[in-house]
């Protein structure tokens, strides 16, 4: 009597899936304040040094008389943030691998795929900051025409108590959405990558915004979670970043551990 032909399994038909719960955002977040609180000095100065950056580029915008792309600016800030975490990611692998945490080894890492490839990354990265920032400009421009940019202390009752200044408000978040939106996918994975794996630019872009696709509840999570955060250091005048900065930098480590390909 013959046996019955063995039947191959079917493929995944996402094979990016992890079936990840939403809450797996937070055991993220929890191993990412374990990496930071062993050896918390280099995270701590780390996170220190990209609050005094944030600081001398605010006022610097303030002196020369661009307070009106303040805000795109801060917004722009979670474009590039990832870029400047890398020194963050870098501990994690140390911590990850037993070896020697120090803050020399998170400035200058030894990536997988070479610096020209994170180079590359982060310009394009910076030059969707410097995208966004000049679409804010123009939707300014598009409801307001040629009226001066009143100043921080009057640009909430001009945008709240007009009816221009809140149709403005709904367009700008509808645009701002789409730039949050396409940056977070490209960028959430795409350094970590690029620090343990051997790839280019453009490839490791595309792979986070896969990942994210096919893993978006969790993601979608994750993301909210990173918002919070920078709204709770924008509150704090940006002194929060010399926490919550090195904290997500941790734990995005620990989500490219979670989603990445095999």
């Not at 801060?74 to 975490?85: E, N, S």
């Not at 590359?120 to 804010?136: D, H, V, Y």
């Not at 996918?185 to 490791?204: G, K, N």
Request: with cysteine; charged share 10%; aromatic share 10%.
């Amino acid at each position: 009597m013959s046996l019955p032909p063995v039947v191959p399994p079917l493929p995944r038909l996402r094979p990016l899936a992890r079936d990840l719960p939403p809450a797996a955002a937070l055991d993220w977040l929890g191993a990412g304040w374990r990496d930071l609180m062993q050896a918390p000095g280099p995270s701590l100065v780390y996170g220190l040094l990209v609050f005094l950056l944030s600081l001398a580029i605010t006022l610097l915008m303030v002196a020369l008389g661009l307070d009106y792309v303040m805000f795109p600016a801060l917004a722009g800030f979670l474009v590039c943030a990832p870029t400047l975490a890398l020194g963050l990611y870098e501990k994690s692998r140390l911590i990850e691998t037993g070896r020697r945490v120090s803050l020399a080894r998170m400035i200058w890492p030894a990536p997988a795929s070479g610096r020209a490839h994170l180079l590359f990354t982060g310009l394009l990265l910076c030059g969707l900051m410097l995208l966004w920032m000049r679409a804010a400009v123009i939707l300014y421009a598009l409801f307001f025409g040629l009226h001066p940019f009143p100043g921080l202390d009057h640009i909430a009752p001009m945008l709240f108590s007009t009816g221009t200044g809140l149709a403005m408000l709904v367009v700008g978040s509808l645009v701002g959405g789409l730039f949050a939106a396409f940056s977070f996918a490209i960028s959430a994975f795409s350094i970590p990558m690029l620090l343990e794996r051997r790839s280019d630019a453009l490839t490791a872009m595309g792979m986070s915004w896969a990942l994210v696709w096919n893993n978006l509840p969790v993601m979608l999570v994750w993301g909210a979670i990173v918002l919070a955060l920078f709204l709770l250091s924008l509150a704090t005048g940006l002194l929060g970043l010399i926490v919550t900065f090195p904290w997500l930098g941790h734990a995005t480590w620990h989500a490219w551990r979670a989603v990445r390909p095999e």
